[in-house]
């Protein structure tokens, strides 16, 4: 494995504090540091200007670019869209008696910052010591709202320690960002102006042509004497600010930005409805903006906490992803997903992969079930683009990007876009997953079976039947384990294949039956064929699922046995990552896995294979996997503690909630590994508490980590808020709203309602 | 196979002739007409400027500019390089009464071009109508000398039909011409001067700075007054010619062009051996110069002409073959190879590939074996360049390229360069194919034996044991059959590998006791270690090779017998070529294949497989291949000759003489195939003529065609001069110089010499 942490950070159990200021670990923190609303997200940097590294990095969901790609085979993407960097609304310039304040080139001291999870705001503050002596506490406050997702807010606050003057401040909208992958700006400029109160402006990308409106309003004690400043792609206000010593002085910004992806409307609404919600924000009262802010999230933490006693740093660790979580997103938005870096980079792209429906969902669907069907909601949103896309790709139905911001197929590997089919079959396991938990039929009758249809016929024109084996699956694929790069019936693809033909035939049959008005809707808007429902039924029945049958191990393609094999603890630590080390075609011969494959669909359909069969492939798996995917270790975890590999599951877990806080895989730069951040909280509420949602009911199989005295976590199941405490004797269960319901606990059925069920901690559970 | 001759020109037994001029086939007929002596090489475009579509294509062997590829993997190459289309050296603007000359634009009749077997020239003429009512014929002859490789000679002439008057002529050297790939020009003028009688210019390209000298001085019965044009990246010069009613008037251009591709000289070295050159070119008399060349011809038609009685269409298609591989390659320039177009078009980049040994060579070792050496040399000049390649992707020894121009891999696909085995095993074949029917002793323990050990290093380092079968091969490889895109064991690349390793022992072993001096010293050179012998060895005897034991068919690859089938007759015929309208991945996952690849080792190592076997294999792969590679049919027809499916093999020899005379894949617009010219030679020795050469002794077991009265081919075995006649009733073998030898014939070994031998033609040879 080979990752180590790097602890550098304060451990708090509500907060991340870095004190003292590191250039080397500027971009680190800038994506630590990163505030984010669902609607749009920014990274933690330094908005007074920063000569040094930075990411000056602005994003909103869904706004993207695009690219052409030179490419000249059929079914090969031809260009692809990416999340764009975008305006800098926290613009600020700050200058005292001629010397503008610059942390790459200014004398500082007292730096600290703080990313609190209750308040939901990011603070920076330290000393600036000028070159004439004079010294100036500067504090930068900012939050971007969790219940108005237009409004960012700015607090920018000066306390001379030994002088009284005045400081210059220039406080703007930048369009003139750099997109750093394309080392160019993306921006036309539209319009800019200052109209009342709001100083706006509005520019549009390149080659999409998204629309991005940004205006502010200044709010500050003293009564502000602005100049406007006008330049190529930028506007804003210049003022001064008189200090007194030890006086505290500030101004605050009230931002708002509207962005028009889809272009929906016209520049001038988009201009209208932006300078009308900045003007009305500018009339806001901060405390109010700041006490709702904290109010939000405290009814987070009500419903989502988990607590964690004796581990501060997991405490600490687990908090900030749940954080994250609802920062990246809460289903606020339709048409919205989930970047691997969620608001908080570029790094790949900003685009959505199979992470939203095998690594995100659960999380919101046992948090947040509006969230997790907007999820769903998306990819029925793009269906007309998979359909585009399966016929890209000679096939039928809907074929689900790889990679996307937009439903178009974004990723510019043809060997991932082209043969990894997992997406489609993510998806119909999401559509299973979340209706079986949540028991929303209506959506699966109204939008869910329409997908499924499209799904099913994808995979029923992708499939063929081998020749020698007489049986169906998938040839020149690439499963979830992306060393093994092009082979034939990987056992993931066709085994979850199998189930998505099974669920989609299931489905219409109950529907046939119990609602015979959506079925028939159903069937003509999607031109169902009679002898579709047969066909796939076949090839369900025939798929290949290769499995040694002596050793009870599934292989994980045709000839994966065969594979040269490699001890992957004999590879030095100085080759990691292998892909920047290997050769590329080097990492796919080995019998070496990049992350769970066999082992991924052993864990999402749990209750269909034995606890032998769990052992057997996992013994023969973990040994060679590399985990070069930050995904890959919760999985190992969760099924470690199955197995009772309390040890090896505790060491798994080590990676999982502070990933990015103690930068294991060294590339936090780029930004935050969002989908990872749900695998940790799957990691403890299916990992240590042993939860299971692929069954008939919820079940759990609680342990406790030796280092844990104990732990809690909460769960929303048929709309009941199920709260679990485990310590080192007991496993308490109660109903926290919502009535009662009924769950597994150690293999029995029990009722769980709001006076709380008490059960002896299982035998062997006490970990360690 | 959907291949549909596009029948157009004139049938003549010694020329290419084309009447009357059709725009949509004017790049086509470039290639055709195109003009090359190893050095350099010129499309038949038209020099007088042409306002339509053209590729104006002038190319140098070797010369070469590079592409930077934005790839951030260890392993795939991050730039590549390119033969890059140089000075129009044959720049010319005739002007009469301030009419332009432009096929375009201007009016014409009695249109013809002659491509000339025996004279080496290619002539076009036709007559001028003016706007005026003025007729001028005007005659433009060019030649590129076979005997002195810088000079190329340009002749125009005109002939005033119905007026006396003059011409207005600019001629001159133009460096502005743009690399159609790139849409860019590629040059950097460096000097240009008038200097006594020649008019030069210099310049280089912009990446590589490879250095190109272009000079002419002009001849005319007419005395010329003449003014220097210069302008950017141009220096020519501007005359008048008076013209007489029906008289002809001409001037003749002497080119000479001076390539520097290694930076070996100096701007200043090249531009005085340029222009010295050139002044002397300046001298020469033209009716020597054409003489010369027609002289050279004769000489080749003397020792290398295939003659066919009764097909006058492949007797032109064979004689266009054999010119163009003459004019393409004769040997004269060590470090020089065959590019895919040969010097004919810039598609494939102007890259070799390993169709130079595989296909090309046979041609040259039994036609001017000087030539065949000179190709190998090619291989050892580039030796540097494969080992530091096979470092580049983790292994030891020598990774030869998939596509190169200097050594340096090209290709920039990575699924080829990458996965794509198979170069190294056909320069180790070639060595061996050399060695063995040319006795060059000398090039095998001074060069030969080096390479053979570096080509041993990789393929011991870049194989792997399979952990089920315990046998030695090749994983995640592409063999000759490229659709078949990332498998194991390919059973063409394993079995080539065995043999190269068997051959480098065989020569270590005799060379120890034959040459102990020369064998101390390159295993000196290349370190080699006793125990590199063992493993080599061990790896040679524990190669698997895919046999089916019942059937006798060799497997493609492991799994190969369960790809799912496809009756490729079902393909409609608008679906080819495959590549640009089905899906990328679609062609990989089937039993179809794009060309030979079990076929072509049963083809290379013929003797060491039963007649069975080869029916066996052929019956059940022929059905299976698409032959969408120019190289296919030849093997296929070879091989269908040798199993008596006569009628077949006919069939397939179709496409060979005349795969571009006809225009069969519709890309002769591109260049010429050159190198399946080459394979076109060996249909008719190989196939018709059942030559064989990789056993002890050279054989035939000759055929004719039902459609030939009788043909006749030569080929110099040890020296010695063999003609082999073979009509419908007997074969004749003769020694036309050096001695006699001893061939097999129909199983028998005879003695050939200067009084010949006839023997009755084989029962059943007489096909149809």
Redesign the interface.
Known sequence: MAKVADKYLKVDPWAIIEEGFDPERNRTSESIFSLGNEYMGVRGYAEEGYGGDSLLGSYFNGLNEQLEIGNH????IRSLRYMVNAVDWLYTRITVDGEQLDLAKSTISDYSRRLDFRSGTYQREFVWHLENGKSLKVTFTRMVSMTLSHLGLQQVAFQPLNFSGSVEVCTGLDFGIIHEERGENMWNSLHSAEEGTVTGIMASTIHTGNKLFSGFALQSPQPLQTTRIERDKFIGQSFSLKLSQAETTYYTKFVVNCADSNSTRTADELWNEGMELAAAAGKLDETAVLAEQADYWSRIWETSDINIEGDPENQQGIRFCIFQLYQTYHGDHPGFNIGAKGLTGEAYRGLAFWDTESYCLPFYMFNNPKAARSLLEFRYKTLAEAMERAK???CEGACYPIATIDGTESCDL??HS??QLHVGTAVSYGIWHYVKNTGDQAFLYSKGAEMLIQISRFYATRG??????GEYGY??VMGPDEFQ??V?NNCYINLMAQKSFEYTLDTLRVMKEQAPAEYAEVVARTALREEELGDWSSKAQHMRIPLDEISGVYEEH??F?????LDIHSIPVTEFPL????????L????MIKQPDVLMFMFLYSGQFSKEAKIANYEYYEPRCIHESSLSPSIHSILASEIDKHEEAYNFFEFATRLDLDNYNRNTREGLHTTSIAAAWMNIVYGFGGMRSDGERLSFQPTLPERWSSYSFQVLYEEVLLRIVVDQTTVKLSAISGGSTEVIVYGQQIKVDDSGTVLPLGEGMLAG
């Open positions: 085979y059929k079914g090969i890209d790709v000679d043809w060997q082209n043969l063929q039947w081998g020749q020698r084996t040839f020149g790069l092009m034939n045709d000839g046995f065969d594979m040269p094999h892909y920047s080390n290997w050769s590329y075609d080097r796919y011969r080995y019998d």
